[in-house]
Protein backbone atom coordinates (compact mmCIF):
# COMPACT_ATOMS: atom_id res chain seq x y z
CA UNK A 1 0.00 0.00 0.00
CA UNK A 2 1.38 3.43 -0.86
CA UNK A 3 0.38 6.34 1.47
CA UNK A 4 1.00 9.92 0.55
CA UNK A 5 0.97 12.33 3.50
CA UNK A 6 0.57 15.90 1.96
CA UNK A 7 0.98 19.07 4.57
CA UNK A 8 1.20 22.81 3.41
CA UNK A 9 3.83 23.27 5.59
CA UNK A 10 2.98 26.87 6.18
CA UNK A 11 2.86 27.09 10.18
CA UNK A 12 6.20 25.21 10.94
CA UNK A 13 7.88 27.97 8.80
CA UNK A 14 6.30 30.78 11.66
CA UNK A 15 5.63 28.76 14.79
CA UNK A 16 9.43 26.79 15.92
CA UNK A 17 7.49 25.03 18.72
CA UNK A 18 5.47 22.77 15.74
CA UNK A 19 8.37 20.56 15.17
CA UNK A 20 9.18 19.99 19.16
CA UNK A 21 5.85 18.90 19.35
CA UNK A 22 6.21 16.72 15.92
CA UNK A 23 9.84 16.17 15.16
CA UNK A 24 9.72 16.08 11.50
CA UNK A 25 6.79 18.15 10.93
CA UNK A 26 3.74 17.21 10.63
CA UNK A 27 3.92 15.48 7.60
CA UNK A 28 6.96 13.80 8.83
CA UNK A 29 5.86 12.83 11.88
CA UNK A 30 2.30 11.34 10.60
CA UNK A 31 4.23 9.73 8.01
CA UNK A 32 6.85 7.99 10.69
CA UNK A 33 4.02 6.39 12.73
CA UNK A 34 1.63 5.29 9.09
CA UNK A 35 5.31 3.28 8.31
CA UNK A 36 5.38 -0.36 8.20
CA UNK A 37 6.27 -3.65 6.58
CA UNK A 38 2.49 -3.45 4.36
CA UNK A 39 2.97 0.53 4.58
CA UNK A 40 4.80 2.23 2.35
CA UNK A 41 4.79 6.08 3.27
CA UNK A 42 6.08 9.62 1.49
CA UNK A 43 5.25 12.59 1.84
CA UNK A 44 4.86 16.27 -0.15
CA UNK A 45 4.25 20.32 0.81
CA UNK A 46 3.33 23.02 -1.24
CA UNK A 47 6.55 23.73 -1.63
CA UNK A 48 7.22 20.99 -4.11
CA UNK A 49 6.95 21.55 -7.46
CA UNK A 50 3.10 20.98 -8.38
CA UNK A 51 2.36 20.68 -4.70
CA UNK A 52 4.07 16.92 -5.09
CA UNK A 53 0.57 16.31 -6.06
CA UNK A 54 1.71 15.60 -10.15
CA UNK A 55 -0.25 13.14 -12.08
CA UNK A 56 3.16 10.61 -12.11
CA UNK A 57 2.58 10.63 -8.17
CA UNK A 58 -1.30 10.59 -7.90
CA UNK A 59 -1.36 7.50 -9.98
CA UNK A 60 1.11 5.36 -7.97
CA UNK A 61 -0.56 6.35 -4.31
CA UNK A 62 -3.43 4.22 -2.99
CA UNK A 63 -3.99 6.73 -0.42
CA UNK A 64 -3.55 10.49 0.20
CA UNK A 65 -3.86 12.13 3.81
CA UNK A 66 -3.97 15.76 3.65
CA UNK A 67 -3.87 19.09 6.10
CA UNK A 68 -3.78 22.42 5.31
CA UNK A 69 -4.79 25.55 7.00
CA UNK A 70 -3.51 28.84 5.96
CA UNK A 71 -2.71 28.52 2.56
CA UNK A 72 -5.70 26.73 1.02
CA UNK A 73 -5.86 29.44 -1.60
CA UNK A 74 -2.59 28.59 -2.72
CA UNK A 75 -3.35 25.31 -3.69
CA UNK A 76 -3.87 25.59 -7.54
CA UNK A 77 -6.80 24.90 -9.43
CA UNK A 78 -5.32 22.18 -11.74
CA UNK A 79 -3.80 20.06 -8.88
CA UNK A 80 -7.15 20.16 -7.32
CA UNK A 81 -8.97 18.99 -10.31
CA UNK A 82 -6.07 15.89 -10.56
CA UNK A 83 -6.53 15.23 -6.90
CA UNK A 84 -10.45 15.09 -7.58
CA UNK A 85 -10.10 13.17 -10.74
CA UNK A 86 -7.78 10.29 -8.54
CA UNK A 87 -10.39 9.67 -5.72
CA UNK A 88 -13.33 9.78 -8.10
CA UNK A 89 -11.21 7.05 -9.76
CA UNK A 90 -10.39 5.14 -6.89
CA UNK A 91 -7.60 6.92 -4.53
CA UNK A 92 -8.54 7.19 -1.13
CA UNK A 93 -8.77 10.40 0.92
CA UNK A 94 -8.27 11.22 4.82
CA UNK A 95 -8.88 14.74 5.27
CA UNK A 96 -7.32 15.83 8.84
CA UNK A 97 -8.06 18.33 11.09
CA UNK A 98 -8.63 22.28 9.48
CA UNK A 99 -8.42 20.71 6.03
CA UNK A 100 -11.89 20.70 6.07
CA UNK A 101 -11.70 23.88 4.29
CA UNK A 102 -9.21 23.05 1.76
CA UNK A 103 -10.28 23.19 -2.02
CA UNK A 104 -10.50 19.46 -2.19
CA UNK A 105 -12.73 19.01 0.84
CA UNK A 106 -14.89 21.86 0.16
CA UNK A 107 -15.01 20.34 -4.01
CA UNK A 108 -16.00 16.55 -3.05
CA UNK A 109 -18.80 17.79 -0.40
CA UNK A 110 -20.36 20.73 -2.30
CA UNK A 111 -20.66 22.63 0.60
CA UNK A 112 -18.98 25.43 2.74
CA UNK A 113 -17.73 23.31 4.77
CA UNK A 114 -18.00 26.07 7.32
CA UNK A 115 -18.14 25.21 11.05
CA UNK A 116 -17.61 27.09 14.40
CA UNK A 117 -14.28 26.99 16.65
CA UNK A 118 -12.08 28.97 19.25
CA UNK A 119 -8.75 27.94 20.82
CA UNK A 120 -7.93 25.83 23.97
CA UNK A 121 -10.71 23.36 24.98
CA UNK A 122 -11.23 20.07 26.32
CA UNK A 123 -12.54 17.35 23.99
CA UNK A 124 -13.52 14.10 24.57
CA UNK A 125 -14.33 11.60 21.60
CA UNK A 126 -16.97 9.01 21.73
CA UNK A 127 -16.72 5.97 19.26
CA UNK A 128 -20.48 5.49 18.29
CA UNK A 129 -19.80 2.75 15.57
CA UNK A 130 -17.50 0.54 17.72
CA UNK A 131 -17.95 -1.66 14.73
CA UNK A 132 -16.70 0.07 11.87
CA UNK A 133 -13.48 -0.72 10.45
CA UNK A 134 -12.05 2.91 11.39
CA UNK A 135 -12.65 2.03 15.02
CA UNK A 136 -10.91 -0.99 15.83
CA UNK A 137 -9.09 -1.22 18.55
CA UNK A 138 -9.90 2.39 19.50
CA UNK A 139 -11.47 3.27 23.35
CA UNK A 140 -15.20 3.59 23.72
CA UNK A 141 -14.26 7.30 24.47
CA UNK A 142 -10.78 9.23 24.92
CA UNK A 143 -9.82 12.78 25.99
CA UNK A 144 -7.92 15.09 24.37
CA UNK A 145 -7.03 17.80 27.06
CA UNK A 146 -5.52 20.71 25.08
CA UNK A 147 -7.68 20.92 21.62
CA UNK A 148 -8.93 23.33 19.22
CA UNK A 149 -13.02 22.60 19.03
CA UNK A 150 -15.08 22.52 16.07
CA UNK A 151 -18.55 22.55 16.69
CA UNK A 152 -21.79 22.41 14.51
CA UNK A 153 -23.04 23.51 12.38
CA UNK A 154 -21.04 21.94 10.11
CA UNK A 155 -21.90 22.19 6.80
CA UNK A 156 -21.01 19.29 4.88
CA UNK A 157 -22.64 16.58 2.70
CA UNK A 158 -24.80 14.04 4.66
CA UNK A 159 -22.03 11.49 5.78
CA UNK A 160 -22.27 8.35 4.51
CA UNK A 161 -20.89 7.09 8.61
CA UNK A 162 -20.45 9.09 11.36
CA UNK A 163 -18.08 7.10 13.39
CA UNK A 164 -16.76 9.60 16.06
CA UNK A 165 -19.12 12.36 17.64
CA UNK A 166 -16.56 14.77 19.95
CA UNK A 167 -17.70 16.92 23.38
CA UNK A 168 -16.15 19.89 24.15
CA UNK A 169 -16.08 21.61 27.64
CA UNK A 170 -17.76 24.87 26.45
CA UNK A 171 -20.89 22.18 25.65
CA UNK A 172 -20.66 21.81 21.92
CA UNK A 173 -20.60 18.47 19.69
CA UNK A 174 -19.49 17.75 16.66
CA UNK A 175 -18.80 15.09 14.11
CA UNK A 176 -15.39 14.46 14.24
CA UNK A 177 -14.99 11.39 12.40
CA UNK A 178 -17.37 10.90 9.11
CA UNK A 179 -17.03 8.73 5.79
CA UNK A 180 -18.31 9.44 2.13
CA UNK A 181 -18.03 7.69 -1.16
CA UNK A 182 -17.54 10.01 -4.12
CA UNK A 183 -16.99 7.60 -7.58
CA UNK A 184 -14.56 4.93 -6.54
CA UNK A 185 -13.24 6.99 -3.83
CA UNK A 186 -13.84 6.35 0.11
CA UNK A 187 -12.91 9.59 1.74
CA UNK A 188 -12.61 9.87 5.91
CA UNK A 189 -12.45 13.16 7.36
CA UNK A 190 -11.38 13.51 11.05
CA UNK A 191 -11.36 16.52 13.70
CA UNK A 192 -8.31 16.49 15.70
CA UNK A 193 -4.94 18.16 14.46
CA UNK A 194 -4.71 21.31 15.44
CA UNK A 195 -0.73 22.25 15.00
CA UNK A 196 0.38 23.45 18.49
CA UNK A 197 -1.47 20.69 20.01
CA UNK A 198 -0.74 17.21 20.97
CA UNK A 199 -3.14 15.09 18.98
CA UNK A 200 -1.19 12.80 16.82
CA UNK A 201 0.95 11.78 19.75
CA UNK A 202 -2.08 10.42 21.18
CA UNK A 203 -2.33 6.30 20.70
CA UNK A 204 -6.34 6.32 19.87
CA UNK A 205 -5.86 9.34 17.29
CA UNK A 206 -2.98 7.48 15.34
CA UNK A 207 -5.16 3.90 15.53
CA UNK A 208 -7.73 6.02 13.96
CA UNK A 209 -5.49 7.28 10.86
CA UNK A 210 -3.86 4.00 10.72
CA UNK A 211 -7.07 2.32 10.38
CA UNK A 212 -8.98 4.85 8.00
CA UNK A 213 -5.59 4.62 5.49
CA UNK A 214 -6.63 0.46 5.12
CA UNK A 215 -10.11 1.34 5.39
CA UNK A 216 -9.65 3.83 2.46
CA UNK A 217 -7.19 1.93 0.34
CA UNK A 218 -8.97 0.79 -2.91
CA UNK A 219 -9.31 -2.61 -4.26
CA UNK A 220 -8.81 -1.10 -7.95
CA UNK A 221 -7.76 2.18 -8.51
CA UNK A 222 -7.64 4.88 -12.01
CA UNK A 223 -10.83 3.53 -12.85
CA UNK A 224 -12.13 6.13 -15.37
CA UNK A 225 -15.74 7.39 -14.45
CA UNK A 226 -17.68 7.57 -17.68
CA UNK A 227 -20.90 9.45 -18.10
CA UNK A 228 -23.26 7.45 -20.11
CA UNK A 229 -25.00 9.52 -23.23
CA UNK A 230 -28.87 9.63 -22.85
CA UNK A 231 -30.60 7.52 -25.61
CA UNK A 232 -33.12 9.69 -27.44
CA UNK A 233 -36.80 8.33 -26.36
CA UNK A 234 -37.55 7.58 -29.81
CA UNK A 235 -35.20 5.21 -29.83
CA UNK A 236 -36.72 3.10 -26.67
CA UNK A 237 -38.83 0.21 -27.51
CA UNK A 238 -41.53 -0.14 -25.40
Given at each position: MKVLVWNENEHEKQEPIIEEIYPGRLHGYIANFLRSDDVEVSTATLDDPECGLTEEVLAETDVLIWWGHIAHKNVPDEVVERVHKHVLGGMGL??????????????LMGTTCS???????????WTIMPNHPIAEGVDETFVLEDEEMYGEPFDIAKPDEVIFLSWF???EVFRSGCTWTRGHGKIFYFQPGHETNTAFQNANVQRIIKNAVK???????????ICPKFMPLENVEG
Open positions: IVLHSGHFSKIFKKLKWRDHTRERVNGGWACPVRKNIEI
